[in-house]
Structures are given as structure tokens and as C-alpha cells.
């Protein structure tokens, strides 16, 4: 079983970004998912949560109204949408599923 992130990179404050997480070796759409973030010096901390039917959502206080967690199981892959990206949101970002951590992806906000 593999999760792989991707779409990370530097982006201006204010800016947008769209991570994907495809998975292999298993069907993500049995499972909730969920997307981390970890900053240096930081613990990982939990961002957003999906169902594996799509059909509930969570976010953390920090990130709500900005970010949209969604799934697309027929791709097998999930995404986070991450939009008016402020600085304080610069981190290496991973996805999890069915006790599988990808290998993250790094978000740089700066002007």
C-alpha cells in the first residue's frame, strides 16, 4: 500500500495551491482520509478529514473556510484545495489513509 502527495511548492501569500494524494495498492475508497501538515520545530497536526463516501467533512479552526478536502474514488486519489494561503500555513503537508502515511510535500508561503 502507497500514498504519494503531490502539488506542493512556493506560492505568494494569498495565494492557491491544489494537493493531490493517489493512492496504490489499496482502494481508497473503503477508507477515510485525512491530510496533515507538520512545520519545522512543530508537531504534526491534522488539517482536514473526508469520509471515504465524501459525504462528511472536517477541518481544523486554523485552516477553516480556506481549504476544501474532497475525494475523486474512482481515481483513487484525494485532494486539498488551499486557498488565501497565509505564511503561518508553510509546512511539509501529508496524507493518510488505512494506517498509510504519504511521503509529504512541501508548501512554501512567502512573499
Known amino acids: 500500500e502507497l500514498l504519494v502527495e503531490s502539488g506542493g511548492g512556493l506560492v505568494q501569500p494569498g495565494g492557491s495551491l491544489r494537493l493531490s494524494c493517489a493512492a496504490s495498492g489499496f482502494s481508497l475508497s473503503s477508507h477515510t482520509m485525512s491530510w496533515h501538515r507538520q512545520a519545522p520545530g512543530k508537531e504534526r497536526e491534522l488539517v482536514a478529514v473526508?469520509?471515504?463516501?465524501?459525504?462528511?467533512?472536517n477541518y481544523a479552526h486554523s485552516v477553516k473556510g480556506r481549504f476544501t478536502i474532497s475525494r475523486d474514488n474512482a481515481k483513487n486519489t484525494g485532494y486539498l484545495q488551499m486557498n488565501s494561503l497565509k505564511p503561518e500555513d508553510t509546512a511539509v503537508y501529508y496524507c493518510?489513509?488505512?494506517?498509510?502515511w504519504g511521503q509529504g510535500t512541501q508548501v512554501t508561503v512567502s512573499s
Open positions: 493518510y489513509a488505512y494506517f498509510v
Open positions: 473526508i469520509t471515504s463516501t465524501g459525504d462528511s467533512t
